[in-house]
């Protein structure tokens, strides 16, 4: 078998985090995560085929804290640096797509529950279970809500792709805001007890089926007001969570964050398919030619430098952004419009990178990887349908850089103008 190094950042040199990111203890996240990645590539089929995570896999991934990884420390979380967290993403990723995809989403939506309400409000859903979890499908296909007394309800709702549902305790669902007169005056997300959601169980795709990432819908249900989260308000830094507003971490600006963060499982992805390449490649012959062994031919030189090449630029170029918020949010600097647009668009390009990557490594594979059992070829299709999720569809956020760049206003809801 050929082996490759694929496991640290090109040139190996060392990541500086600044000081107040830095540390999680004596526990290693990411050795926790890479000891966990053969049984999740054992359980992949299953995950497959009930399209969503075995509860095997959701026990082990809480055994080893990785829900802890944006858990504030006040809740018993590990509260580690953004770096640290995509360390350990990069290793369940490279196990399992579709746990990495499902675990960096419950991530995120324990991170928008920490900053997103009151101390009142998360000292009540963090301290009921020191384990809960919640999932986010911030965008509605549709909703309808009536202002109340204390707060909304919920009259109708349709959510799809609402990943980690399964495995959580709340839900968060992006609202309408509207008033008396039921005009819309905002957009909000609610926090609602997963118990009120139902789910229709219709998540049927050719890749990361292990996500569960099921539409769910909910009918008449009351959310108070300390419940919910204005984005207009998380969209300028104004998080309700006063309380945490002396640890860096909870201060990151949300959108690019958010990016990121949903960027950063691909690279474990990415590593998966160096690993499955790179394991036949001396076994394999290429038809038609008098290369007995893959290994021996020049042209597959090239595709490995080229390749490997995309993964590690894609995963400096996730750890440059993570630096940047890191050192903005250390400093208590507010980062510019445009900065936040380079950063979206910077995961963006990411995602594209890794997914050619990937695409080639597949068709370097020969016959093999059409094969529907094939690991590569559920890689193939875990990357692929990655790659097209609307937060880090590159072509989007390219035009909506270019955009600000020029001087236009920005055309996405959820990077509005700084006031």
Do not use: C
């Not at 992006?174 to 008033?179: H, K, S, W, Y």
């Amino acid at each position: 078998m050929s082996t490759i190094n694929t496991v640290k950042p090109a040139g190996g040199a060392a990541i500086v985090r600044p000081a107040a990111f830095a540390g999680t203890g004596n526990y290693n996240v990411a050795a926790a995560a890479a000891a966990l990645a053969p049984a999740l590539r054992e359980r992949a089929d299953e995950a497959d085929a009930s399209a969503k995570l075995p509860d095997a896999t959701i026990a082990d991934l809480e055994k080893a804290r990785l829900f802890d990884m944006a858990r504030p420390k006040m809740y018993g979380g590990l509260q580690v640096s953004f770096d640290t967290y995509l360390d350990a993403m990069i290793e369940v990723s490279r196990g399992d797509a579709s746990t990495g995809w499902t675990l960096g989403l419950i991530s995120t939506g324990i991170w928008l529950a920490a900053i997103g309400y009151s101390q009142k409000v998360t000292d009540e859903v963090f301290g009921q279970d020191p384990n809960v979890r919640f999932a986010t499908a911030i965008n509605p296909r549709k909703a309808k809500t009536r202002r109340v007394a204390g707060g909304y309800v919920i009259e109708d709702g349709l959510w799809m792709y609402n990943t980690g549902i399964y495995h959580s305790q709340w839900d968060q669902v992006g609202i309408p805001l509207v008033d008396d007169a039921g005009q819309v005056v905002g957009r909000g997300v609610a926090l609602v007890p997963a118990s009120a959601v139902t789910l229709l169980d219709d998540w049927d795709t050719i890749g990361l089926r292990g996500t569960g990432s099921t539409s769910v819908t909910i009918k008449d249900v009351f959310v108070p007001d300390e419940r919910i989260i204005s984005m207009s308000r998380i969209a300028q830094d104004d998080y309700a969570a006063s309380h945490l507003r002396d640890v860096p971490l909870y201060r990151l600006p949300m959108v690019p964050t958010l990016a990121v963060r949903l960027a950063g499982s691909m690279v474990g992805m990415g590593r998966a398919a160096v690993d499955l390449f790179m394991q036949k490649i001396g076994t394999r012959g290429i038809a038609f030619t008098t290369y007995d062994k893959q290994d021996d031919a020049p042209v597959t030189h090239l595709q490995i430098g080229e390749a490997t090449g995309k993964i590690d630029a894609a995963e400096a170029i996730l750890r440059h952004a993570i630096r940047l918020l890191e050192t903005g949010a250390e400093r208590r600097e507010q980062m510019s419009l445009e900065q936040r647009a380079r950063i979206w668009r910077d995961a963006g390009m990411a995602s594209r990178m890794i997914w050619e990557a990937v695409d080639q490594l597949a068709s370097a594979s020969g016959t093999a990887f059409v094969n529907r059992g094939a690991p590569m070829n559920r890689v193939w299709h875990d990357v692929k349908v990655a790659s097209v999720h609307g937060a880090i569809y590159s072509d989007t956020f390219y035009e909506l850089y270019g955009r600000i760049a020029a001087g236009k206003t920005s055309n996405s809801p959820q990077l509005p103008a700084l006031t």
